[in-house]
């Protein structure tokens, strides 16, 4: 884990492999989410994948400067700059999907795409995100996944600083997000992005749903949409090889020089 300091922040984030940057961001249930596909994601194309730490996540501090999903958005366009960047593909599941459509709002020039993975943030009053905060970890598990007796995790099993670390997760995202992780203003600004931006979705998602996918893809005037089948809430546990076919595809598509591998 590396830290670099970037506006009113610390940011840890991991840093791993060569080639073609990768931005990639985890969702509400913390950077072990993502970190797995990022070690694969770097190890089978020519990737180089930073996978940071929202901060107050995994136990890591907050600054009160940074409290909403758009200050995360500044936040990592900036860390950008910083890391002196170029060609970027950014990539976010869930909430994370959410910051990466506000950092396309926001606009770079140093990202040549954006991955939405099952992405909150968007209110679709026909496909809304589920009442999360409402849900215990075992129905979560039920909605994430579209095999939960495999991938879903038991809490009983777990020992206490691991739920401890849960909990704190669920505390920071109910600080990001909101209680409804939406914003209804969200898709007024999406019309403005024209930056290549990819939409995925597992077709199994019972957290936000298909429809709400569709919808992400509907809103953003450069969009595609693509669907994973035998996938959740979180492809990149339940199908990782299927991800990275279908982002890597899409690297090779809108970066600004080829990325073969």
């Known amino acids: 884990?590396?830290?670099?300091?970037?506006?009113?922040?610390?940011?840890?984030?991991?840093?791993?492999?060569?080639?073609?940057?990768?931005?990639?961001?985890?969702?509400?249930?913390?950077?072990?989410?993502?970190?797995?596909?990022?070690?694969?994601?770097?190890?089978?194309?020519?990737?180089?994948?930073?996978?940071?730490?929202?901060?107050?996540?995994?136990?890591?501090?907050?600054?009160?400067?940074?409290?909403?999903?758009?200050?995360?958005?500044?936040?990592?366009?900036?860390?950008?700059?910083?890391?002196?960047?170029?060609?970027?593909?950014?990539?976010?599941?869930?909430?994370?999907?959410?910051?990466?459509?506000?950092?396309?709002?926001?606009?770079?020039?140093?990202?040549?795409?954006?991955?939405?993975?099952?992405?909150?943030?968007?209110?679709?009053a026909e496909h809304p995100v589920v009442d999360f905060f409402s849900l215990s970890p075992a129905e979560i598990a039920d909605r994430s996944y579209a095999d939960p007796a495999t991938y879903g995790i038991d809490p009983t099993t777990l020992p206490p600083e691991a739920l401890a670390a849960m909990a704190g997760n669920r505390r920071m995202l109910g600080v990001y997000a909101g209680e409804s992780m939406s914003d209804a203003a969200l898709g007024d600004r999406l019309r403005?992005?024209?930056?290549?931006?990819?939409?995925?979705?597992?077709?199994?998602?019972?957290?936000s749903d298909v429809g709400l996918g569709r919808a992400f893809a509907d809103a953003i005037p450069a969009a595609r949409f693509e669907l994973i089948t035998g996938a959740g809430h979180l492809p990149q546990i339940e199908a990782p090889a299927a991800l990275t076919n279908v982002v890597w595809a899409f690297v090779e598509e809108s970066a600004h020089s080829p990325r073969r591998g």
């Open 1 to 124: 884990m590396t830290q670099i300091a970037v506006g009113p922040a610390t940011i840890d984030f991991t840093d791993q492999g060569t080639g073609h940057p990768v931005l990639l961001l985890h969702g509400g249930g913390g950077p072990a989410t993502v970190a797995a596909w990022a070690d694969r994601l770097a190890a089978d194309r020519p990737a180089r994948v930073i996978a940071p730490v929202h901060p107050g996540f995994a136990g890591t501090v907050r600054p009160d400067a940074v409290a909403t999903v758009r200050d995360l958005a500044a936040l990592y366009t900036e860390l950008l700059d910083a890391l002196d960047l170029h060609d970027v593909t950014v990539v976010g599941n869930s909430i994370g999907g959410w910051i990466a459509a506000e950092m396309a709002v926001i606009g770079s020039r140093r990202v040549s795409g954006y991955v939405l993975v099952d992405a909150v943030g968007l209110q679709v």
């Open 192 to 207: 403005s992005v024209c930056t290549p931006t990819l939409v995925v979705w597992g077709e199994a998602d019972r957290i």
